[in-house]
């Protein structure tokens, strides 16, 4: 159970929000603008009073949860049956209004007014939020204080002391549900899958129809966007396990549709192709990239490029890419030219550097560019995986601000865990007032934010263009040849094995 009263990450338009959750302002009056900076952030944007849980009846009740960043599914909804205390048996449906990077796949975060205000506490700002009365960071008030809390937010807290009776983590089944404008005609209950919830609760738009989905038995991550609008025309089929779209070996190239394209800045767009079916999975293992290969009419051979996915693993029935166009680079100038509902075969998996939990104490991620993706799907996967305790730091060199990609998701990082994860981000040409570095990636930068190559199983990754590969490890001679260690890091001390190229 948390309320942080940050804006909440379902708020925020993109290509896959076309109707964000609304947000207010401190005085609770409902904001215009979908892109207002979140109150957490020193923004406009808090989360509104209303998105609090209400009682439908002593066994039904309705509210907002947090899902995991990891499979966001904004705001998908959900029917939980608690399985524990005092509520087993109650049913809850939520609405996926926010996310946050410390959400299990396997835990529903319901937003509840004096549910804690976690890490980032924006209900200070916003309410003068005091822990007399708000209780713990995490948790909340251990007793009912409910009358002392803004008006608004009085009958979410209630909530809390009524229909939940104070009950702490309750386990709960769950089953996606859909929401439709006219009945589904016959449902279909799903497996049940037990899970553990913690609270945080909100409030779901409109009525209409719940249609009970399958839930997958092997995975507990919510289904994706594409699965929520479409009713499938073999529910029982959809009870399997997720196939994996790129399965390696003999599998060759296949073509992915391009669903959609977000322009991300000047010469970056993200890309996002439909994996075959809507319930695969990617399959890709960490680390890994897929090839692409794309041949135009006027050229004697195709060309074929490598790129990471920017997407969870988790995620089913698509793929994202971060893609920047190179003057006359053949590949990206194609996928920049392209439109939706065009394809583009890919192959793959292309393992790269084998990881697994705790393979290393602390990693270094030194990135330039668009080398940020393999290093994103490393710290994602680490992040996510509760039992990964590596610690990562990240130096990432760009040319401009605008140039930062996946500043966001590292910035969610960065605050979801200040001990483990440190970013330094350097530009070529900073903007004034710019507290991060200035220039090139430095040994001076190098020596003073990297852990030492004496310290304890210390691994150092280096993924950018050929000018940050020569100056800071050496160039890769092949894909299977990393080449010798050369540059910074080997005058730092760092050994061949201890880096590790893109
Ligand atoms: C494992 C791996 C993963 C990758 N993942 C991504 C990704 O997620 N997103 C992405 O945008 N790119 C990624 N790349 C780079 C990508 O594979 C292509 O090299 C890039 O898109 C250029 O291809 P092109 O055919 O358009 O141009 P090319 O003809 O290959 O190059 C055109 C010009 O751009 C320069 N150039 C090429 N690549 C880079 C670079 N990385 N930095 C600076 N200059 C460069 C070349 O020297 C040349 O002058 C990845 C590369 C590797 C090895």
Not at 2 to 13: F, G, L, N, V
Not at 359 to 377: N, R, V
């Amino acid at each position: 159970m948390i309320r942080d009263c940050c804006k909440p990450s379902c708020a925020w338009s993109s290509s896959s929000i076309t109707s964000p959750v609304k947000t207010c302002d401190k005085s609770d009056n409902t904001l215009a603008d979908a892109n207002a900076q979140s109150g957490c952030a020193g923004g406009t944007a808090y989360m509104c009073g209303d998105q609090s849980p209400w009682a439908i009846s002593d066994d039904l009740a309705y509210g907002f949860a947090a899902v995991s960043a990891s499979a966001p599914n904004c705001c998908a909804c959900y029917q939980l049956t608690f399985t524990s205390t005092v509520l087993s048996g109650k049913k809850m449906v939520v609405q996926a209004t926010n996310t946050g990077s410390d959400v299990a796949s396997t835990q529903f975060d319901l937003a509840i007014p004096g549910g804690g205000f976690g890490i980032y506490d924006a209900c200070t700002s916003e309410w003068g939020a005091t822990s007399a009365v708000w209780g713990a960071q995490y948790g909340g008030p251990s007793t009912n204080t409910c009358s002392q809390f803004p008006t608004a937010l009085q009958p979410g807290c209630d909530f809390r002391w009524g229909w939940m009776q104070g009950a702490d983590n309750p386990s709960v089944d769950w089953e996606s549900v859909r929401r439709y404008a006219t009945p589904p005609g016959p449902a279909s209950s799903g497996s049940n899958t037990v899970i553990y919830a913690t609270v945080t609760a909100a409030a779901l738009g409109g009525g209409g129809y719940y249609y009970y989905q399958r839930t997958r038995p092997e995975s507990h991550a919510p289904p994706s966007s594409a699965e929520q609008n479409t009713v499938p025309s073999n529910p029982s089929a959809s009870a399997s396990f997720p196939q994996k779209a790129f399965q390696g070996s003999d599998q060759g190239f296949i073509d992915l549709k391009l669903e959609s394209v977000e322009e991300i800045n000047h010469n970056t767009k993200k890309f996002r192709f439909a994996l075959p079916n809507a319930d695969d999975v990617s399959g890709l293992q960490i680390a890994s990239a897929l090839l692409t290969k794309y041949k135009g009419p006027e050229m004697e051979k195709p060309v074929i490029r490598p790129y990471t996915p920017t997407s969870d693993e988790d995620e089913t029935g698509y793929i994202d890419f971060v893609i920047k166009k190179y003057p006359n680079g053949p590949m990206s100038e194609h996928l920049h030219n392209m439109k939706e509902g065009q394809r583009l075969d890919f192959k793959g998996p292309i393992p790269k550097y084998p990881w697994e939990a705790n393979k290393h104490d602390h990693i270094a991620l030194i990135a330039g560019g668009t080398g940020i993706t393999p290093m994103y799907q490393l710290a994602r996967a680490i992040f996510k995986n509760p039992a990964d305790k590596t610690n990562v730091t990240l130096v990432f060199g760009n040319i401009s601000e605008a140039d930062i990609l996946l500043k966001r998701e590292l910035e969610d990082l960065e605050n979801t865990y200040p001990q483990r994860f440190r970013a330094f981000y350097l530009l070529d040409k900073p903007p004034e007032g710019w507290a991060g570095g200035k220039g090139f990636i430095s040994k001076d930068l190098l020596k003073t934010v990297l852990p030492e190559p004496k310290e304890k199983n210390v691994k150092v990754f280096v993924c950018g263009p050929p000018g940050l590969y020569k100056a800071v490890s050496g160039a890769k001679k092949s894909p299977a040849d990393q080449g010798e260690l050369t540059g910074i890091l080997k005058e730092l001390g760092y050994s061949q094995e201890q880096v590790y190229k893109f």
